[in-house]
């Protein structure tokens, strides 16, 4: 009953985090708004996160996040903010599980969390990126029939973008918006490969880039990318279908991992943070560390099918 109690309350703390990173990061478009509409004799005013942000961009990690929030569909979230939001977040979910657990549980608890928001993001952008896969197919016939009826490559994907559905209607949307502010067609074909990385979407890409540079019979290979890409999204959904049990298991493995030590701590309470300071507890936990990150990366790499 304790156990129950005690998982329940740290399941609770780990929605109110979730749920906390979600609240300030949303607001973080608002704040650059406000921040940069602001003037002060005559000058803007930027805000902290703002020039976090600009900062955050010449550097490569800075860049990824920003193109997994962008892929996640939270292009308008500030990657500053968003980071601050899930230090505080992890923090407070260590503080609140240190007096009931220990400094090493504290610690994992930490870890969890920044491992659960990066989880998350992910799993939005995983999904993201199989529904705009699905729209493959359509997008490419709809642009084979504004090349065949002499429009240029930037027309036919604002025709596109108005008579498709999310997330292709805003992502081909930004593809074209920034070819109007003067990208090229490659430059803003890339930047949506990085937003949203898929074998399928690069075929496209590549198409439409060979095409704009060599020419050539455009609505000929788009017709035929249309119809790979329908019979590569059915392959995708029976393999997706099939390993779905052996990805649950490489989760099951994580959690048995997290939960192993708060069992330890419950039966006896400080036991890790005396096996940290003792050479024996140390390698015992290294070794079962190393043990369940081994059995963690086999079941994904079993489960894991190239299409």
Same mark, same amino acid.
């Given at each position: 009953?304790?156990?129950?109690l005690v998982?329940?309350g740290?399941?609770?703390?780990?929605?109110?985090a979730?749920a906390t990173?979600a609240?300030?990061a949303?607001?973080?478009?608002?704040?650059r708004?406000?921040?940069?509409?602001?003037?002060?004799?005559g000058k803007?005013?930027?805000g902290?996160?703002?020039?976090?942000?600009?900062?955050?961009?010449?550097?490569?990690?800075?860049?990824?996040?920003?193109?997994?929030?962008?892929?996640s569909?939270?292009?308008?979230?500030?990657?500053?903010?968003?980071l601050?939001a899930?230090?505080?977040?992890a923090?407070?979910?260590?503080?609140?599980?240190?007096p009931?657990?220990?400094r090493?549980?504290?610690a994992?608890?930490?870890?969890?969390?920044?491992?659960a928001?990066?989880?998350?993001?992910?799993?939005?952008?995983?999904?993201?990126?199989?529904?705009?896969?699905?729209?493959?197919?359509?997008?490419?016939r709809? +642009? =084979?029939? *504004? %090349?065949? $009826?002499?429009l240029? /490559?930037?027309?036919?994907?604002?025709?596109?973008?108005?008579?498709?559905?999310?997330?292709?209607r805003?992502?081909?949307?930004?593809?074209?918006?920034?070819m109007?502010?003067?990208r090229?067609?490659?430059?803003?074909?890339?930047?949506?490969?990085d937003?949203?990385?898929?074998?399928?979407?690069?075929?496209?890409?590549?198409?439409?880039?060979?095409?704009?540079?060599?020419?050539?019979?455009?609505?000929?290979?788009?017709?035929?990318?249309?119809?790979?890409?329908?019979?590569r999204?059915?392959?995708?959904?029976?393999?997706?279908?099939?390993t779905?049990?052996?990805?649950?298991?490489?989760y099951?493995?994580?959690? +048995? =991992?997290? *939960? %192993?030590? $708060?069992l330890m701590? /419950?039966?006896?309470?400080?036991?890790?943070?005396?096996?940290?300071?003792?050479?024996?507890?140390?390698?015992?936990?290294?070794?079962?560390?190393?043990?369940?990150?081994?059995?963690y990366?086999?079941?994904?790499?079993?489960?894991?099918?190239?299409?």
């Amino acid at each position: 009953m304790i156990l129950l109690l005690v998982a329940a309350g740290l399941l609770v703390t780990l929605m109110m985090a979730a749920a906390t990173v979600a609240t300030w990061a949303s607001n973080a478009e608002v704040e650059r708004r406000i921040v940069e509409s602001a003037e002060l004799d005559g000058k803007r005013r930027v805000g902290v996160f703002v020039r976090l942000d600009e900062r955050l961009q010449r550097v490569r990690w800075g860049r990824r996040l920003q193109s997994l929030l962008a892929g996640s569909g939270l292009a308008a979230w500030s990657p500053s903010m968003f980071l601050a939001a899930t230090t505080a977040a992890a923090l407070a979910v260590g503080l609140v599980v240190l007096p009931l657990f220990g400094r090493a549980t504290a610690a994992l608890a930490v870890l969890l969390v920044v491992v659960a928001v990066r989880s998350w993001l992910e799993r939005r952008r995983k999904q993201r990126v199989d529904r705009f896969v699905a729209q493959l197919p359509e997008l490419a016939r709809l +642009l =084979a029939n *504004g %090349a065949s $009826a002499g429009l240029a /490559v930037r027309r036919s994907l604002e025709m596109a973008a108005d008579e498709m559905p999310e997330p292709a209607r805003s992502e081909v949307a930004q593809v074209s918006a920034e070819m109007a502010l003067g990208r090229s067609l490659q430059q803003a074909l890339d930047s949506l490969s990085d937003r949203l990385p898929s074998r399928e979407l690069s075929v496209l890409v590549q198409t439409l880039s060979i095409q704009g540079r060599a020419g050539g019979a455009l609505v000929t290979a788009l017709s035929g990318i249309g119809s790979t890409l329908e019979e590569r999204r059915r392959l995708r959904r029976e393999v997706a279908t099939s390993t779905i049990g052996a990805q649950f298991s490489g989760y099951t493995v994580i959690f +048995l =991992a997290f *939960g %192993a030590v $708060a069992l330890m701590n /419950v039966f006896s309470p400080g036991v890790v943070d005396e096996m940290i300071t003792n050479l024996v507890g140390q390698l015992v936990l290294l070794v079962a560390t190393g043990l369940f990150v081994f059995g963690y990366v086999l079941v994904r790499r079993l489960a894991k099918v190239e299409v």
